[in-house]
Every structure is written in C-alpha cells, then in structure tokens.
T-cell receptor, first 110, second 115 residues
C-alpha cells in the first residue's frame, strides 16, 4: 500500500462543474502539498498546508489531520484546468523529502 | 522568483551510452532531488542531495549515479543507458527543514528516450 493515495486516477468533467480530488496519507506529516502538471511536463506548486483550508482563486485545498485526508476542489471548472494534479506529503521524519501520490488526470471539456 | 533549470527538454540516446542530465537552481537551496516519472507510477525518487558532495539513494537508484560539486548544480548520470530508462526526468530543489521549508520547486523536465 502506498503511503500517499489519490482518487480518482482519471476524472472527466464538463466546463463549469465542481471538481474534487482526494488524497489520503498514512504517515505523520509536517506539510501536504498539491501540485499541478500541465502537458509538457513542468510541475508547479498550488498549495502547501498543514491544517485547515487554503483558497486561491477557484481552487480550494482542505486537510483533516485526524483523518489523514486532504481534498483539492476546483469550482467552476474550465478547460484550462485540464492537467495532472498530484498530492505529496512531507513526513516528520523525512525532512524535505516528499512522498507522492500517483496523480489524478483531470480533463475538462468545453 | 525561484528557478530550476534542466539542461535539455528532450534527449535521445543509444543503449550503452553514458548520459548526463544537468540541473541548476538559483535560490541557494540546500536540497536537490532527481525523480523519474512514468505512467501509472507517479514520481519516484532516484537520488537526493542535502549539501555539496552529499548524496543519498532514493527509491530507485539502480543504474544511476549523481554528482553535486557545487550547491547550485546537481547532475544525474546514467552510467550505461538502457531502454528501461526511457522516462521523464524531473529535478527539484527545496530548503532543508519541515513544514513550509518542504516546498519543492521543479524544473521543466527532460524527456529521455533510449533507443
């Protein structure tokens, strides 16, 4: 069993839909990261959180430390949101080394 | 603005060749990482380095070596390239620490094909 698991692996939505991607982890963490990877390869950091909730534009990330679970929400989805979304956990004992989920391929159709 | 730069976007090499992938970061980060990314397997850590001349094996170090002679530069070396090393290679850097210091900054990736 992976230490970080994401679901779903693939997600297709229509423009305007509300989207949720889930991430569960089994290690104690100092931070949980959400990353975005567009076709072509580059990865950018969307959120880094250790508690509560963060919002940036149409993206919201939440984390429940007790349940070891985080969600990434996209409101009013748009085709330009199509990308791979990756969650990654920084464990207390691993320093800056991240453990990655397998990623969720999101496709938003117009 | 943090920048992590990988030397090549696309690379085609022959089986048995020695391959060098270079990565440079400009934010004085202590940590540097090399990952490979394959469909269905996600990002897997090959090697990382937390200081000049220091290196630690990641999850899949076999067939690879690394070099960190200067703080800003981390090189991945494929001693004798094989077709199963065809993959996307990503370099990243971060500060040393916990919490917010774990934010990683990634290069644009090198898509290596070994024929």
């Amino acid at each position: 069993k992976n230490e970080v698991e994401q679901s779903p692996q693939n997600l297709t939505a229509q423009e305007g839909e509300f989207i949720t991607i889930n991430c569960s982890y089994s290690v104690g963490i100092s931070a949980l990261h959400w990353l975005q990877q567009h076709p072509g390869g580059g990865i950018v950091s969307l959120f880094m959180l250790s508690s509560g909730k963060k919002k940036h534009g149409r993206l919201i990330a939440t984390i429940n430390i007790q349940e070891k679970h985080s969600s990434l929400h996209i409101t009013a989805s748009h085709p330009r949101d199509s990308a791979v979304y990756i969650c990654a956990a920084a464990g207390w004992t691993s320093g800056s080394r991240l453990t990655f989920g397998e990623g969720t391929q999101l496709t938003v159709n117009p | 603005d943090v920048k992590v730069t990988q030397s090549s976007r696309y690379l085609v090499k022959r089986t048995g060749e020695k391959v060098f992938l270079e990565c440079v970061q400009d934010m004085d980060h202590e940590n540097m990482f090399w990952y490979r990314q394959d469909p269905g397997l996600g990002l897997r850590l090959i090697y990382f380095s937390y200081d000049v001349k220091m290196k630690e094996k990641g999850d899949i170090p076999e067939g690879y070596s690394v070099s960190r002679e200067k703080k800003e530069r981390f090189s991945l070396i494929l001693e004798s390239a094989s077709t199963n090393q065809t993959s996307m290679y990503l370099c990243a850097s971060s500060l040393w620490g916990q919490g917010i210091d774990t934010e990683a900054f990634f290069g644009q990736g090198t898509r290596l094909t070994v024929v």
